[in-house]
């Protein structure tokens, strides 16, 4: 039974705080708010949190894992930038993108794309998954609540509780939460290919679009 974590919308309490991380680290399995819907969220190094979400969302092994960043810095650690692809993904963060991008050594091979060697990357504009990853001190491994047949990610803690009580080891829920998914920009190559139209404004990337 997943645990329900009511979190202050503006400050999030530090105890509750470190309970999600304690949580993480257990090699725990959460759901939590970011500026575009809820996401699951496991520890980096968490292969059983990985095969989870697989499971949950009944993904293929093509599927691109997002490493939610606290700041630039962290997520320059883990994926290659050229200096436009740099000033381009810089302007737009925090905020409600998703990038795929080249990885560096430090993300672990499950989590690649098989055939491109590429991971999603974001910094969200939300206090509540900031304050996450801040405590934490490393990437989140996310993928967007979405599940199987559905249309529209899931965007309340209540319901994520009752539909997926068994399978997740928290919900974490501030009330204050985006309703629609993030835009995809894929810069694998170099140039901007637009894979998701979301909640980010997709037209800041014409420029360097193939």
């Not at 092994?61 to 997002?66: A, N, P």
């Not at 979405?146 to 319901?159: F, I, R, S, V, Y």
């Not at 919900?171 to 835009?183: A, I, L, N």
Request: net charge negative.
């Amino acid at each position: 039974m997943a645990r329900y974590l009511d979190v202050h919308p503006v400050n999030p309490q530090a105890r509750t705080m470190s309970q999600v991380v304690e949580l993480l680290r257990g090699d725990g399995l959460i759901a939590y708010p970011t500026d575009s819907c809820f996401a699951l969220g496991c520890q980096l190094g968490n292969r059983e949190g990985l095969d989870r979400i697989r499971t949950i969302r009944q993904l293929d092994g093509s599927h691109h894992f997002t490493l939610v960043c606290a700041d630039f810095a962290q997520l320059g650690q883990f994926v290659h930038l050229d200096n436009a692809v740099f000033r381009a993904v810089k302007a737009a963060t925090p905020g409600q993108y998703t990038f795929i991008l080249p990885a560096t050594r430090e993300v672990p091979r499950r989590m690649l794309h098989p055939k491109k060697r590429t991971v999603g990357v974001r910094i969200p504009d939300h206090v509540t998954a900031q304050a996450i990853v801040c405590t934490l001190g490393e990437p989140l491994v996310s993928s967007t609540l979405l599940l199987p047949g559905q249309d529209a990610p899931m965007t309340q803690g209540w319901e994520i509780k009752d539909t997926l009580d068994q399978l997740l080891d928290a919900v974490v829920d501030s009330g204050d939460c985006g309703e629609v998914p993030t835009t995809v920009v894929d810069f694998s190559d170099g140039t901007a290919v637009i894979t998701r139209v979301g909640a980010g404004d997709p037209d800041r990337f014409a420029s360097l679009a193939a």
